[in-house]
T-cell receptor
Framework: NAGVTQTPKFRVLKTGQSMTLLCAQD?????MYWYRQDPGMGLRLIHY???????AKGEVPDGYNVSRLKKQNFLLGLESAAPSQTSVYFC????????????????FGSGTRLTVV | AQTVTQSQPEMSVQEAETVTLSCTYD???????LFWYKQPPSRQMILVIR??????QNATENRFSVNFQKAAKSFSLKISDSQLGDAAMYFC???????????????FGEGTQLTVNP
């Protein structure tokens, strides 16, 4: 009954370092998403995927890359971290629209707090 | 593009009283879903209530209810008999109903921080 699992939960990076955030879901959801949460700005979509092997840009994609090699996993990469990427990152998954269960929205992970110094 | 606006960054309510959180949205789509999510200090995103745009009846979940005004593009959340555990950040969110539009993504408002006073 894990739902959506994000690792790590906390991380401190130095400017210029790289890292990968891992998201895993066990609900057989087609769609997966990465959001970042900043004070006063809500959650903003970074990248998303509508199926294995597909990715697309969201609202704030610059400085990030993603991969969806397996249906259950969605990776978010920071190639060269910058202080502006200090944020809380959320992964989420969902059924595609058009299915009755889709109106239950997303299932979210518990978030990753990333600090870039 | 769809936008969601929450004009109240902070709200407070006395325990056992009623509070209403406001949300407006902008869209050209005719079919969509609206949600309210709660985020307590634990950071977990918890679905509070949802509304399908094609339904005229306002959704209700126990002490939580919405006032959905489709023509005005307004979607407010009413919390009755407020409890200390209701203290959290609340996000209004919009999702298009079709794959071809908006990528089925959830668009969030800025959030409203709710404080419940004992």
């Amino acid at each position: 009954n894990a739902g959506v699992t994000q690792t790590p939960k906390f991380r401190v990076l130095k400017t210029g370092q790289s890292m990968t955030l891992l998201c895993a879901q066990d609900m057989n959801h087609e769609y997966m998403y990465w959001y970042r949460q900043d004070p006063g700005m809500g959650l903003r979509l970074i990248h998303y995927s509508v199926g294995e092997g597909t990715t697309a840009k969201g609202e704030v994609p610059d400085g990030y890359n993603v991969s969806r090699l397996k249906k259950q996993n969605f990776l978010l990469g920071l190639e060269s971290a910058a202080p502006s990427q200090t944020s809380v990152y959320f992964c989420a998954s969902s059924y595609p629209p058009g299915q009755v269960v889709a109106n239950y929205g997303y299932t979210f992970g518990s978030g990753t707090r990333l600090t870039v110094v | 593009a769809q936008t969601v606006t929450q004009s109240q960054p902070e709200m407070s309510v006395q325990e056992a009283e009623t509070v209403t959180l406001s949300c407006t949205y902008d869209t050209s789509e005719s079919d969509y879903y609206l949600f309210w999510y709660k985020q307590p200090p634990s950071r977990q995103m918890i679905l509070v209530i949802r509304q399908e745009a094609y339904k005229q009846q306002n959704a209700t979940e126990n002490r939580f209810s919405v006032n959905f005004q489709k023509a005005a593009k307004s979607f407010s959340l009413k919390i009755s008999d407020s409890q200390l555990g209701d203290a959290a950040m609340y996000f209004c969110a919009y999702r298009g109903a079709w794959k071809q539009t908006s990528g089925s993504r959830l668009t969030f408002g800025e959030g409203t921080q709710l404080t419940v006073n004992p």
